[in-house]
């Protein structure tokens, strides 16, 4: 079976940092590019982050450039998103999905959501 596990979520204050993680089973990683995405209390789940299935591609939403990393380790199968410089408004649930296609999408393999918030 096809397991995608996020850890890592937690409280922090705005500027804070924290990395997530997300461990691969069930499938080979490197046959997968991966993303990151999240979901706010009352707002459509958004794209955040995506890497290539090497590494050697990145993609951001606007909203995080310059303040977050993905960032993957193919022989551990994990995949991390160091966020930095952390905003109120990235508050949400984190998930961390696979792809066989593109960066882009399709993303049909999903973990089960790590919570971060934002507050002070």
């Known amino acids: 079976q096809v397991h995608l596990v996020e850890s890592g979520g937690g409280l922090v204050q705005p500027g804070g940092s924290l990395r997530l993680s997300c461990v691969v089973s069930g499938f080979t990683l490197d046959d997968y590019a991966m993303g990151w995405f999240r979901q706010a209390p009352g707002k459509e789940r958004e794209f955040v982050a995506a890497?290539?299935?090497?590494?050697?591609?990145?993609y951001y939403a606007d909203s995080v450039k310059g303040r977050f990393t993905i960032s993957r380790d193919n022989a551990k199968n994990t995949v991390y998103l160091q966020m930095n410089s952390l905003k109120l408004e990235d508050t949400a649930v984190y998930y961390c999905?696979?792809?066989?296609?593109?960066?882009?999408?399709?993303?049909?393999?999903w973990g089960q959501g790590t919570q971060v918030t934002v507050s002070s």
């Open positions: 999905a696979a792809t066989v296609v593109s960066l882009f999408g399709p993303y049909d393999v």
């Open positions: 890497i290539s299935r090497s590494g050697g591609n990145t």
